[in-house]
């Protein structure tokens, strides 16, 4: 942990497998990151990123190491830590029968806080309604999600974790799908969830998305962390280039 800076993730010496890997995928991974940090994970196919992402959310086992996020133990408490944090997948599909429209999946967002069974309150509605402005979908929301293209599924997940107000909003190649306009369109919307003090961590390979804010620039390779450092948004691209060709 840096001087006087809370950190929300906190990760010491950890090891992560898959079910039925022979060898850890994540080996000896230290990363603390605090509150506002806007941290981009980058590096070369297969070095992690992704597992990375799944071990903070608690998605993939922690066989070794400390592991607390937003207070609490990942290896113990999953669930809860799931709860605290957004996660935009890299890869998902809604097939076209499913039977959730954009609002009804962006208002899931909230179960996490409201229980699975209780009817969403007043405010419950105007954190998924002011989710839905930002991601720019009003005319999507009656829509049933599965008949929606790949980039205006990936809006209304985008919207489903801004409604759940994280504590800590990881993504995974949020902005593969979308168009020119709508990447320009969220670099703001990510600037104000930065600026509201939620750090960010998110994995790319595309950087012209990026918000104009300090970007905290962390290249992995082989499970392990090869290089951490601050740059300005603008930089980001050579600086992952320099890093992968040295390391
Ligand atoms: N569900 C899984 N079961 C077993 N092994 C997995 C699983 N998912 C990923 N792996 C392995 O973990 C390693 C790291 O994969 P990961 O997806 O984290 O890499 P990445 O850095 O995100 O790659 P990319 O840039 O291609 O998305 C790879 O060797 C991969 O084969």
Not at 102 to 129: C, I, K, T, W
Not at 134 to 149: C, F, Q, R, W, Y
Request: hydrophobic share 40%; charged share 25%; with cysteine.
């Amino acid at each position: 942990m840096r001087d006087g800076d809370l950190s929300v993730i906190e990760l010491k010496g950890i090891y992560t497998a898959y079910e039925g890997g022979d060898k850890p995928v994540i080996k000896d991974l230290s990363l603390s990151v605090g509150q506002g940090e806007f941290v981009v994970i980058g590096g070369p196919n297969g070095a992690g990123k992704t597992t990375l992402l799944e071990s903070i959310n608690g998605l993939v086992r922690i066989t070794h190491g400390y592991a607390m996020v937003c207070g609490l133990d990942v290896r113990r408490s999953g669930n809860d830590v799931r709860k605290k944090v957004g996660y935009v997948i890299q890869n998902f599909y809604f097939d076209p029968f499913t039977p959730f429209t954009v609002g009804q999946v962006v208002m899931m967002g909230r179960y996490g806080r409201l229980g699975f069974f209780n009817r969403p309150s007043e405010a419950d509605h105007r954190a998924a309604d002011k989710a839905i402005r930002m991601a720019g979908i009003e005319d999507l929301v009656s829509k049933p999600i599965g008949t929606l293209s790949g980039g205006q599924q990936q809006k209304a997940m985008i919207a489903h974790n801004i409604a759940k107000e994280p504590d800590i909003m990881l993504l995974d190649e949020p902005f593969s799908n979308l168009d020119f306009r709508a990447r320009e369109y969220f670099q703001g919307v990510l600037k104000d969830i930065v600026k509201k003090g939620t750090p960010v961590v998110m994995v790319s390979h595309a950087f012209d998305g990026l918000p104009d804010v300090k970007v905290r620039l962390v290249i992995m390779s082989e499970g392990r962390i090869s290089a951490d450092m601050v740059c300005n948004s603008g930089d980001v691209e050579g600086a992952v280039r320099r890093a992968c060709v040295v390391g």
